[in-house]
């Protein structure tokens, strides 16, 4: 049985963009605006080897009549208590908002092991905002470039020691 990671992150830190340079095909749709994922949004990837079942997760963002959780299931077949891991997706280009800090906060009360990622860290726009992640108090961030498919390597040594 393959282990499953889930993909979480406030509208537009390029949540499908990752999904879809981790399954390897655009299986998820990417757009300027937030939250407009309503595709498919579970696949197979791989990193040098090491199999999961990835799931991309949108929209629950919108709705305020639910937990966190709750909306999340409404909108993913997979919710964060079925998953091994989840990735934890910043925009390294934008730094920290309040939202991802709500976001982090739930997710340190979670059970599910998290992996930070920083997307957008091309280019030197990225280096601030990647030091100001450490803040969220989940670990050390990995830098990734989704969009150029840079640093996706990097996440096996994130993933590994935990799914
Ligand atoms: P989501 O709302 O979190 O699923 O974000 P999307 O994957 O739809 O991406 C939102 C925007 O960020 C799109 O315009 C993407 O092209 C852009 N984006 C995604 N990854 C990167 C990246 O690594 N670098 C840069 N510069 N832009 C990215
Ligand atoms: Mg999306």
Redesign the pocket.
């Known amino acids: 049985n393959k282990p499953t990671v889930i993909i979480i992150?406030?509208?537009?830190?390029?949540?499908?963009?990752?999904?879809?340079r981790l399954v390897g095909k655009k299986l998820?749709?990417?757009?300027?605006q937030?939250?407009?994922?309503r595709d498919r949004r579970m696949g197979d990837a791989e990193i040098a080897g090491m199999e999961f079942t990835v799931v991309?997760t949108?929209g629950w963002e919108d709705e305020d009549d639910a937990s966190l959780p709750g909306r999340m299931r409404k909108q993913t077949e997979v919710s964060i208590d079925d998953a091994d891991a989840a990735m934890f997706?910043i925009?390294a280009?934008a730094g920290i908002t309040p939202m991802d800090e709500e976001i982090a906060r739930w997710l340190r009360e979670q059970e599910v092991p998290v992996v930070l990622v920083a997307?957008?860290?091309?280019g030197k726009a990225a280096e601030a905002g990647i030091l100001e992640s450490y803040s969220l108090g989940l670990g050390e961030p990995l830098g990734?470039?989704?969009?150029?498919g840079?640093g996706i390597a990097d996440l096996f040594g994130g993933l590994w020691p935990i799914i």
């Open positions: 992150g406030r509208p537009n830190v390029g949540k499908s963009t990752l999904f879809n998820a749709l990417v757009d300027d937030p939250g407009v994922t991309d949108a997706v925009d280009r997307n957008k860290a091309e990734v470039s989704a969009e150029h840079e």
